[in-house]
């Protein structure tokens, strides 16, 4: 027999009050699991629709001077004697410490070239990682596939007079990310024309720097530096404009859910150290802000929880106390130490506390999972990460240890005359 | 031997501060010899129990000193004082006070939690001790399960589990009827003729008789001690002109 027996003996006793207290703890730390849970949830959901929206970091050459603009973004122009980026670049961005949080890595390659009189900005791109990249972009067309197809801006393609507009303000323009249902210019699976949204592609072949090229798509307006350039696959670009192996810049997209953006520069910076890497601070403060105001609110509610279940097992416990004075006056007159009567109760509400802390646990995570298709319409996915069944155990037993500390304090110094005596 | 020695020991108790200084104890003197019975008697409200718990450390005198064993009792800290009493003192109280939710043997083994010792050898020492007092047979019944008797030999053994040099006790027979009560008694005797010490408060002047000495209290004050002899005792009693001794006899 040891204090813990006598502990385990009194909450068989009292099986009804021990009852009360796990619901109540298991109440408080299912509504911060779930809580907590669905902010993270949603969290995410942010994160990866903020990703959607494009590039976080971008890396482009050491440079003293900059002639050319591209989104925002001077780059290194074609004639300056700067260091210059490489092919080989890209792939050993990959290789950072942080690379697991990096979801696209797309290399550019830009220049000014003729195209049928006209001065046009080229952008040689991978075109995987660049429609990965650029998802809101929607295309007339298709999707390139041979190495001399094009993308055409809008403005490009309306100067160039490769589209004109519909009369119903129609275009065939689809989401780049819909691959399923991507749509043909010249007819396909789901369209059997071209009239959508606005305009249609009326000429397919285009004469750039001397070459000809097939136009795959325009690209619908977006707005944005992309409606004035002219898109080719990498490899050729690079050799149209005699710069073989060279890459103007890079953007990277970092998967940023609190990531830590700036770490990844300085990784990227590291690894590059010809490289100027920059983190488009704008999104990553949205995405920094929106993440925090979700977490200040979650933690806020979870703190009230928390302070209401540990007011409440610091009334039952001082209740317990009142109630067991005789029987800890007894247990100190026969020789027990105050700190032995503290680890007597705090063994009591340690067991209950590990109990509601895993009955909560699996409670909130089921309110989670019940709830969570109204506040996600992305269908992200519920994990069950021992991290949270761990933190919702320890948690309930702080709360539990905090609350339970005064009364059992007060127990260990009843004069133990006394409360044998009177009780 | 002496092993416990009582010396000017006063209680005064100040509920509402200094002016209203209630004296349960005043300039008592007492000493018990090792393996001597000594009963304690008084009209109530006479201070025997604050007595009691003063010798049995767990009440802080306002002056004098309680040694047991040489022990300053109230020299020692509050936690040390807390091992002394589970290491000296054996106490048996009115109410018996035992655990309801556990049985015979575990409250036996209630002073051996803190021991370092196999649940198995606390075992054998508690079911010994139930042997001791004839309630071997009964380790496994809750004490609402148990005649008021066997809850007053229980409360006995778990007093007598760590073999204390001391055994105090409140009114053991207080809430038992006449016959229940001698069974007490005899074990307490059984007990004291096996050598062990033993402190009784006791109202009852045939049970103090069983000892080997009366200490009588008044008002807060040792007033006679007398060689336990009943024909004896109840002379002295008597002549001591104690009104309520007077009607029992």
Request: charged share 20%.
């Amino acid at each position: 027999m040891r204090i813990s027996s006598i502990a385990w003996a009194n909450l068989k006793r009292r099986k009804g009050k021990a009852a009360f207290l796990i619901i109540g703890i298991s109440i408080g730390i299912a509504t911060v699991v779930a809580l907590l849970t669905l902010s993270r949830v949603i969290k995410e959901e942010i994160g990866t629709q903020l990703d959607q929206y494009g590039a976080n970091i971008i890396v482009v050459p050491q440079s003293n001077s900059l002639s050319l603009d591209y989104g925002g973004i001077s780059v290194s122009g074609v004639s300056l004697d700067a260091s210059q980026l490489k092919n080989e670049d890209a792939k050993r961005i990959l290789e950072i410490p942080y690379r697991n949080r990096i979801s696209v890595v797309a290399p550019k390659i830009l220049g000014v070239a003729d195209v049928e009189g006209h001065q046009a900005l080229l952008a040689g791109v991978d075109f995987a990682s660049e429609l990965k990249l650029k998802r809101w972009w929607q295309l007339a067309g298709h999707k390139p596939e041979e190495e001399q197809d094009l993308l055409v801006g809008y403005d490009a393609a309306t100067q160039l007079s490769l589209i004109e507009p519909t009369t119903d303000g129609s275009s065939q323009a689809v989401p780049v990310t819909d691959t399923s249902i991507t749509v043909y210019a010249d007819g396909g699976p789901h369209h059997n024309n071209t009239e959508q949204r606005g305009f249609r592609i009326i000429r397919d072949r285009l004469q750039v720097a001397g070459q000809e090229h097939r136009v795959a798509g325009v690209i619908a307006p977006t707005g944005g530096s992309e409606d004035r350039m002219i898109f080719g696959s990498l490899a050729h670009f690079q050799s149209l404009l005699d710069k073989p192996d060279q890459l103007s810049m890079i953007e990277v997209s970092a998967l940023c859910i609190g990531c830590p953006v700036e770490d990844i520069v300085k990784q990227i910076s590291t690894q590059l150290p010809n490289a100027k890497v920059s983190a488009l601070q704008q999104s990553v403060r949205a995405r920094a802000e929106t993440v925090d105001r979700l977490t200040r609110f979650a933690v806020a509610v979870s703190a009230v929880v928390l302070v209401i279940g540990a007011l409440m097992i610091f009334t039952t416990m001082m209740g317990s106390v009142v109630e067991r004075t005789k029987e800890i006056g007894v247990l100190r007159a026969i020789g027990l130490r105050k700190t032995q009567i503290i680890k007597e109760l705090m063994i009591e509400v340690a067991a209950i506390s590990t109990i509601g802390g895993l009955v909560g646990w699996a409670a909130g995570m089921l309110l989670s999972w019940l709830i969570l298709p109204y506040f996600s319409q992305s269908g992200v996915r519920l994990e069950l990460d021992p991290k949270i069944a761990f933190g919702a155990v320890f948690v309930a037993l702080l709360i539990g240890a905090l609350s339970t500390l005064y009364p059992a304090i007060r127990a260990s110094r009843l004069d133990p005359a006394e409360a044998v005596r009177y009780v | 031997m002496t092993f416990v020695t009582v010396k000017n020991v006063s209680k005064v108790y100040r509920p509402n501060g200094d002016d209203s200084a209630v004296h349960v104890l005043t300039d008592i003197n007492v000493e018990l010899q090792e393996g001597e019975f000594v009963s304690l008697m008084g009209p109530s409200g006479s201070g025997k129990t604050t007595l009691l718990t003063i010798i049995g450390a767990m009440n802080q005198p306002s002056t004098g000193q309680v040694l047991v064993d040489d022990i300053d009792v109230y020299g020692l800290s509050d936690e040390r004082r807390a091992d002394f009493r589970l290491e000296y003192l054996g106490f048996v109280f009115q109410q018996h006070h035992l655990m309801p939710y556990l049985n015979a043997l575990e409250n036996v083994m209630l002073p051996l939690v803190t021991k370092k010792e196999s649940s198995k050898e606390k075992r054998i020492r508690a079911l010994a001790a139930l042997e001791r007092v004839g309630l071997a047979s009964k380790a496994v019944r809750l004490p609402n399960q148990l005649s008021g008797g066997e809850q007053g030999r229980l409360a006995i053994a778990r007093a007598l589990i760590n073999e204390p040099p001391l055994l105090l006790a409140d009114e053991p027979t207080g809430t038992l009827d006449t016959q229940t009560g001698s069974e007490i008694m005899e074990v307490f005797q059984q007990l004291n003729a096996q050598g062990q010490t033993i402190f009784m408060v006791t109202h009852n002047p045939e049970n103090a008789a069983l000892g080997h000495r009366i200490i009588n209290i008044r008002d807060g004050r040792t007033c006679r001690e007398n060689a336990a002899q009943v024909g004896r005792v109840f002379e002295t009693i008597v002549g001591a002109a104690e009104p309520n001794l007077m009607e029992l006899v």
